[in-house]
Nanobody
Framework: QVQLTESGGGSVQSGGSLRLSCVGY????MGWFRQAPGKEREGVAV???????MYADFGRGRFTISQNGAKTTLYLQMNSLEPEDTAMYFC???????????????????????WGKGTLVTVSS
């Protein structure tokens, strides 16, 4: 059974930074998603089997997705945070056997099988 555990959330002021971590060995595709109160879940950043990554427009240039060398931890470095980034952030993983395009992963069109319970990020103005 795959277990993913997120950490690193917290409360920061606008312009601040946080680094989220997701522990759980995975050598396939992974991603970060978020859900703000009253809104649908949306993709933040995904990383494919080949290591290539893709970001949502709101995160490009501010957020960076990465893995450690052993692929036991997935990170999301978030800089220049804004109140609009306030949300529960989830880590997700999938075997991606059909090699779905990163766009599908990011849009949520491809349902990833494994999810963490989330870590809360709150950004105040």
């Amino acid at each position: 059974q795959v277990q993913l555990t997120e950490s690193g959330g917290g409360s920061v002021q606008s312009g601040g930074s946080l680094r989220l971590s997701c522990v759980g060995y995975w050598n396939h595709c992974m991603g970060w998603f978020r859900q703000a109160p009253g809104k649908e879940r949306e993709g933040v950043a995904v990383i494919g089997v080949d290591g290539k990554s893709m970001y949502a427009d709101f995160g490009r240039g501010r957020f960076t997705i990465s893995q450690n060398g052993a692929k036991t931890t997935l990170y999301l470095q978030m800089n220049s945070l804004e109140p609009e980034d306030t949300a529960m952030y989830f880590c997700a993983a999938d075997y991606c056997l059909s090699r779905p395009p990163l766009e599908r992963l990011l849009r949520g069109d491809y349902a990833m099988d494994y999810w963490g319970k989330g870590t809360l990020v709150t950004v105040s103005s």
